[in-house]
């Protein structure tokens, strides 16, 4: 019987339910929402897969029960993903969860409401299914972030079937290799990237030639979208923990324009979050290479369009992918440096083949390059921020620290 045959019988008899679930399903976590209250419990597994999560707070006897998406059949495989969003927690709280009553006892944590100490994650992007790619993931949850961050071209699928091995690489590594010290399975929050969308969508700057809806954009990039319930279909989005952290995750034209309706919902949501301490921009292609030429197309568009709303909210720090190299800029305001610009960090390398960079005594904008597989651990404090960025050794690469101002209107 084919996957998609046992996934239509399936739901057609209302049997995704609990019994239905594999031993062993790939499980991730993500947010769509407050990551202070709220976790979104992520699978793929063979169809028709677990109905349903049981969750608790760790040490609880009574578990509580969240239904599952409808699950959505992965091309080329007999595999499906899903997702369940669990509410109603607290802050900075250990829970156990299970995929399903034959799933291992898992555990998260929540982020806490308040920046009270200091709070870690780790950013990366471009794991697609180069050689580093576990072994990246692996370093990043030995830092023991409270999350991970990557930025696009998660699997190389070009959303073909063909290339459906990739998929599933990926994700039975984030759910085995993303785990922390003590247990706790590491959140990851993503963007998309070029190579996340089908092929010949990939470097259409055409606006018109984009898709129009929710549908199109799941046509296009199926394996993202089935995967990720955030952005998920609509592609970009904002997550705000408490008030000290917003990470504002956009798409730089893969599944929507850089310059169409994104741009005034990034004006609107950038304005309203001024007063964040720390006020994070997430996105694939960079608006300043450090490999490809400062005039490339894509980074022209998306300096003229984004990076003075960055400047008007007091963004300091913007992370850029999708070069295979590293890269960190000068702070820069209006292309220029300025000690109270926007620093863009970071070329995407954590799993890919490496690019050569450009030297930085030859691109004003640049302040330092690196042909490496790279992460960025950054660590929040109330006052400040610091980006250590490392190799796939564990060495550094790379300090970033800056100061928290109130307001960017602040002298
Ligand atoms: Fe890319």
């Not at 609990?18 to 793929?44: E, K, N």
């Not at 969308?197 to 470097?203: I, K």
């Not at 109270?340 to 083949?353: F, K, S």
């Not at 980006?387 to 564990?394: C, F, K």
């Amino acid at each position: 019987m084919t996957g998609t045959l046992r996934l239509i019988l399936s739901l057609a008899a209302g049997s995704v339910a609990c019994t239905g679930a594999t031993a062993s399903p790939d499980v991730y976590l993500t947010w769509q929402r407050d990551p202070t209250t709220t976790m979104t419990v992520c699978w793929q597994d063979a169809a028709p897969g677990p109905g349903a999560v049981e969750w608790r707070p760790a040490g609880a006897d009574q578990w509580s029960k969240a239904a599952a998406s409808a699950p959505r059949l992965l091309p080329g495989t007999d595999r499906i993903a899903a997702h369940a969003e669990l509410t109603g927690l607290q802050p900075d709280t250990d829970y156990e969860f299970r995929c399903g009553e034959e799933d291992a006892i898992r555990r998260f944590r929540t982020l806490p409401a308040t920046l009270d100490r200091p709070l870690t994650f780790v950013e990366g992007g471009d794991p697609q299914d180069g050689p580093a790619m576990e072994q990246m993931l692996r370093l990043a949850a030995s830092r023991d972030p409270a999350f991970v961050v990557i930025g696009g071209d998660l699997t190389f699928d070009d959303g073909l079937s063909e290339h459906a091995g990739r998929v599933e690489r990926f994700f039975r590594a984030l759910g085995r290799d993303l785990v922390a010290s003590d247990g706790r399975q590491i959140p990851v929050v993503v963007c998309v990237g070029n190579h996340d969308v089908n092929r010949d969508r990939q470097w259409i700057i055409d606006n018109e030639a984009l898709p129009r809806d929710a549908e199109s954009r799941r046509a296009v990039a199926p394996y993202f979208v089935a995967s990720w319930p955030f952005p998920g279909e609509r592609g970009y989005g904002v997550l705000d923990a408490g008030d000290y952290l917003s990470l504002v995750v956009l798409d730089t034209n893969h599944l929507n324009a850089v310059d169409g309706p994104q741009l005034d919902w990034l004006r609107a949501t950038l304005a309203a979050r001024k007063h964040i301490p720390h006020l994070f921009p997430v996105y694939h292609v960079p608006a300043y290479p450090g490999v490809r030429d400062l005039r490339d197309e894509m980074s022209t568009l998306i300096r003229g369009a984004w990076t003075p709303l960055f400047e008007q909210a007091g963004v300091r720090l913007a992370f850029e992918h999708h070069e295979h190299a590293f890269k960190a800029t000068h702070p820069l305001r209006g292309g220029k440096q300025s000690a109270d610009g926007t620093v863009y960090l970071g070329g995407g390398a954590m799993g890919v083949e490496l690019r050569d960079p450009r030297d930085p005594a030859r691109e004003p904008h640049l302040a330092k390059t690196a042909k490496s597989h790279h992460l960025h651990e950054v660590v929040l404090e109330s006052q400040r921020r610091t980006v250590r960025t490392i190799d796939l050794d564990g060495r550094d690469i790379h300090r970033l620290q800056q100061t928290v101002r109130d307001s960017p209107d602040d002298p």
